[in-house]
Every structure is written in C-alpha cells, then in structure tokens.
C-alpha cells in the first residue's frame, strides 16, 4: 500500500471544508430565505438571493467533491488522510459558524449593535417575553 501525498491530504482537507461550507447555503437557498454569499454586497456579508446560495451551495458541493474524490486516492477508515479530513472539515463547521454568528447577530456575535435577546436566547425564549424591564413593555 503506498503512502498518500502531502498535496492529496491537502486538497481532501480543502474539499471537506467546501463540502461543509456548501450546507448552509444550500439549506437557505431551498428555505427560500436570504443570506450572506460571496454574490452579496459586501461579499459575505451581505445577504443574497435564495438562488444564489443554491448556485453557491452547488458549487461548493461539486468543487468539494472534486477534491475530495477526484484528486489522489481518498481512502476512508482509520487513517491519518481520514483524521486530518474529518479536522478540516469540523474546524470548516465552527469557522463558518463563528463567520455568520458575526455577521447574522447571533451567538458569539461582536456585533455592538445587536439587540438584547437575539441569536440562541431568541430561539429558546421563542414566544416568551423575559428580561427586567417584562413588566414595564406589558399590554394593558
């Protein structure tokens, strides 16, 4: 069995993160909800078209997959290429999420603009209205 190039774990780790990154623009293109796209202005930041994050999304998918199964051998199992993949592609998730956590106000946002109670504690608190001043913004 020869040993897999450098350059072949490279392009694998590269594919899993496209692959990963293809997901999310995916998933809100066919929800028919905007977000941020490299079509958007400013790029990335910006929030795109339900059809431009399909097109992103796909070619994320198609150039992710490319790499991952086009170029070398892509072996999978328990193996240093599979390891170093696997890292790639969930480093790939929690970047992606920090990026559009920044950029959409959710959690971990720096955004000093962004209003009390958004992100994670909107979800959970869905419906609710908490915080001190509840008492104070009740309908009459």
């Given at each position: ?6 350059w072949h774990?490279v392009?694998?780790?590269?594919g899993?993160?496209l692959l990963v990154?293809?997901?999310?623009h995916?998933v ?6 905007p977000f941020?796209s490299?079509?958007?202005d ?6 795109s078209?339900?059809?431009?994050n ?6 994320n998918?198609?150039?992710?997959g ?5 170029v070398g ?5 328990a ?5 170093v993949?696997?890292a790639?592609g969930?480093?790939a998730?929690?970047?992606i999420?920090?990026h559009?956590a ?5 959690v971990?946002?720096?955004?000093a603009t962004?209003?009390?109670g958004?992100?994670?504690d ?5 419906g609710?209205?908490v915080?001190?001043?509840f008492?104070?913004?009740r309908?009459a």
């Amino acid at each position: 069995m020869t040993r897999p190039s450098p350059w072949h774990t490279v392009a694998h780790a590269a594919g899993a993160a496209l692959l990963v990154n293809a997901v999310p623009h995916t998933v809100h293109g066919l929800s028919g909800e905007p977000f941020p796209s490299p079509f958007a202005d400013p790029p990335g930041v910006g929030d795109s078209t339900p059809a431009e994050n399909i097109v992103w999304g796909g070619l994320n998918a198609v150039a992710g997959g490319a790499l991952l199964l086009g170029v070398g051998r892509f072996r999978p199992g328990a193996n240093l290429g599979t390891a170093v993949t696997v890292a790639a592609g969930l480093a790939a998730a929690f970047g992606i999420s920090r990026h559009f956590a920044g950029v959409r106000g959710g959690v971990g946002s720096t955004r000093a603009t962004e209003p009390a109670g958004s992100g994670w504690d909107a979800w959970f608190d869905r419906g609710r209205r908490v915080g001190p001043d509840f008492l104070a913004r009740r309908p009459a």
